[in-house]
C-alpha cells in the first residue's frame, strides 16, 4: 500500500487479476450456457404409442420449464401407405404379424396416421412443444433448418 492509501500493481499482477476475472466470468457464462441446453429436450420417435400417454409425459417437462422439441420419424411408407397387394406387416417391437389387403384398408389407415399427426401436432403445440413431422427419407438435419 502507499502512502496515499492506494494499491500499487505491477503490469504482470494487474494482468494477472484481469485475467482471474476473464477466467471466472467465462466460466460464469459457460455455466449459464450449460444450464440452457440442459433445459432443452429433444424427442424423435415414430410416437406410434398411446397418444395420451405420450403427450402427458411431455406436458410434464413443459410444466417442469423445459423447452421441447419434437420430431416425430415416420417413414415414407407410413405416410403413403404404397402396397398394392396383400402384405403381411409385421410389428417390430412385439413381433406380431397381420395379414392385410392395402387395397381394403389403405383409406382407413390414411385416415388414422392422419388423425394421429394432427392430433400430436395441435396437442403438443397448444401447450409450447415444437413439434415437427420428419419424413425418414430426409436427413434429420434438414428438419433442424
Same mark, same amino acid.
Given at each position: 500500500?502507499?502512502?496515499?492509501?492506494?494499491? %500499487?500493481?505491477?503490469?504482470?499482477?494487474?494482468?494477472?487479476?484481469?485475467?482471474? %476475472?476473464l477466467q471466472r466470468l467465462t466460466g460464469l457464462e459457460q455455466d449459464k450456457i450449460v444450464q440452457e441446453y440442459r433445459d432443452v429436450?429433444?424427442?424423435?420417435?415414430?410416437?406410434?404409442?398411446?397418444?395420451?400417454?405420450?403427450?402427458?409425459?411431455?406436458?410434464?417437462?413443459?410444466?417442469?420449464?423445459?423447452?421441447?422439441?419434437?420430431?416425430?420419424?415416420?417413414?415414407?411408407? $407410413?405416410?403413403?401407405?404404397p402396397f398394392d397387394r396383400v402384405t403381411r406387416f409385421r410389428d417390430i417391437e412385439?413381433?406380431?404379424?397381420?395379414?392385410?389387403?392395402?387395397?381394403?384398408?389403405? @383409406?382407413?389407415?390414411?385416415?388414422?396416421?392422419?388423425?394421429?399427426? $394432427? %392430433?400430436?401436432? %395441435? $396437442?403438443?403445440?397448444?401447450?409450447?412443444?415444437?413439434?415437427?413431422?420428419?419424413?425418414?427419407?430426409?436427413?434429420? @438435419?434438414?428438419?433442424?433448418?
Open positions: 500500500m502507499q502512502a496515499d492509501g492506494l494499491y %500499487r500493481l505491477s503490469d504482470s499482477q494487474a494482468q494477472e487479476i484481469l485475467q482471474m %476475472r429436450m429433444a424427442v424423435i420417435s415414430d410416437l406410434l404409442d398411446d397418444p395420451d400417454d405420450i403427450v402427458s409425459g411431455l406436458k410434464h417437462f413443459r410444466h417442469k420449464k423445459h423447452d421441447v422439441i419434437v420430431f416425430q420419424t415416420l417413414d415414407p411408407d $407410413e405416410l403413403t401407405f412385439s413381433g406380431d404379424e397381420v395379414l392385410a389387403a392395402p387395397l381394403q384398408v389403405r @383409406d382407413h389407415y390414411l385416415r388414422e396416421i392422419q388423425t394421429l399427426v $394432427e %392430433r400430436y401436432e %395441435r $396437442e403438443l403445440r397448444s401447450v409450447g412443444v415444437d413439434y415437427h413431422l420428419v419424413d425418414t427419407s430426409r436427413p434429420l @438435419d434438414f428438419a433442424l433448418m
